[in-house]
């Protein structure tokens, strides 16, 4: 999938060259009228029945990308494609047919279900909106789908503070489903989950992707669960995408140093394994994003930085094994061209 070059074809929903821009809060010492850009120049795409997981720090910009591609946000300039076609710039009617085929699960189930709604009409009240059935009928599809996410008809009585975190998490599941859509964007819908639970829930999206044909947006900040759920990953930074490709290219062969950074801090599961790995230390912060820099968004901490990189914005170019990546380490310095960046290098510049 080149940058720019998603093809209609091959994904269910487009994300081409979205930008968004908030205004930035005037005071004392910021400037009136500016502008926090919190994506810039995001193309994407989420191919039928696949997972792509989209992973950055706290503030990269992933959350933002999935409310734009479900149209929860007006995105400043690019494009949204849900088969084929463009979804924009819909409103009313258009908007609520494309909603219906786009739900999303969010991170905290403790504040996004309203404490004082049964579960039951938690569930049945989105069904309602867009599948229009009423009474035993909405009841009977209720309880099919509470059984589908692993709870039980009994659940429909209960209100959400009766229920455990992960059941919480099961009953968002649910209301996300169901409309019955084709997408479904998980924005760090474990994180807020103690360890066992989140593989629960993980286990429990990948075989209702496997029943249903889902597609999924895997939004998250923790690349240790991104690779164990994606098809695809795309990594983002200060607003834009540095890398992306197939999950099991870009963790075993990275090909930007953030990503190699970034797979240096996941623990793995053999000791013997995490002692022969070599750690990536990111020092500082990123930019702000209301002045981001004009060159590459990584080169104030990349540790291998060198002549054009604060200057000229890397452009993505293929990768040995799929995908793309923004460095001019792929044209420059040492050429790489498509090749994973070599941990040597990246560690013996950080020393
Ligand atoms: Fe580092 Fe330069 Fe590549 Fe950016 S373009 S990641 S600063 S080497």
Do not use: W
Not at 11 to 18: E, K
Not at 168 to 193: H, K, N, T, Y
Not at 288 to 305: I, K, L, M, T, Y
């Amino acid at each position: 999938m080149a940058a720019s070059g998603v093809t209609e074809d091959e994904y269910v929903l487009i994300g081409r060259d979205l930008v968004k821009e908030f205004a930035g809060r005037s005071g004392l010492f910021s400037r009136r009228g500016s502008h926090v850009r919190a994506v810039d120049g995001v193309t994407l795409g989420l191919k039928k029945g696949r997972t792509l997981g989209l992973v950055g720090e706290s503030g990269s910009g992933k959350s933002t990308v999935g409310r734009l591609l479900l149209r929860l946000l007006d995105s400043t300039d690019g494009e949204i494609l849900l088969h084929g076609e463009e979804i924009t710039k819909d409103r009313h009617g258009d908007l609520r047919r494309a909603r219906r085929e786009m739900q999303m699960v969010f991170q905290d189930p403790y504040s996004s279900l309203n404490p004082t709604m049964r579960v039951g009409e938690l569930v049945g009240e989105p069904i309602a909106y867009h599948r229009k059935l009423r009474g035993q009928a909405l009841d009977d599809e209720v309880a099919r789908i509470l059984v589908a996410v692993g709870l039980s008809g009994e659940h429909a009585r209960r209100f959400p503070d009766e229920l455990s975190g992960g059941q919480r998490q099961r009953v968002a599941i649910a209301r996300a489903l169901g409309p019955s859509p084709d997408v479904l964007v998980c924005d760090e819908a474990v994180s807020a989950l103690d360890i066992s639970i989140q593989s629960q829930i993980l286990n429990l999206l990948l075989r209702l992707q496997e029943e249903l044909g889902l597609t999924i947006l895997f939004v998250s900040h923790d690349l240790s669960v991104v690779r164990h759920v994606s098809h695809d990953i795309a990594v983002m930074y200060l607003g834009q995408i540095v890398e992306q490709g197939p999950a099991e290219r870009v963790v075993d062969e990275p090909a930007h140093p953030y990503t190699a950074a970034l797979l240096s801090a996941v623990p793995e599961a053999k000791p013997a394994d995490q002692r022969s790995r070599e750690k990536i230390l990111l020092r500082g912060d990123p930019p702000s994003p209301s002045e981001p820099p004009q060159g590459c968004p990584f080169a104030s901490r990349c540790p291998v930085a060198f002549e054009p990189c604060d200057k000229i914005r890397p452009e993505h170019t293929a990768v040995e094994g799929g995908g793309t990546v923004a460095c001019h380490l792929q044209t420059a310095g040492p050429v790489l061209a498509g090749r994973p960046v070599p941990i040597e290098l990246l560690s013996r510049a950080h020393k």
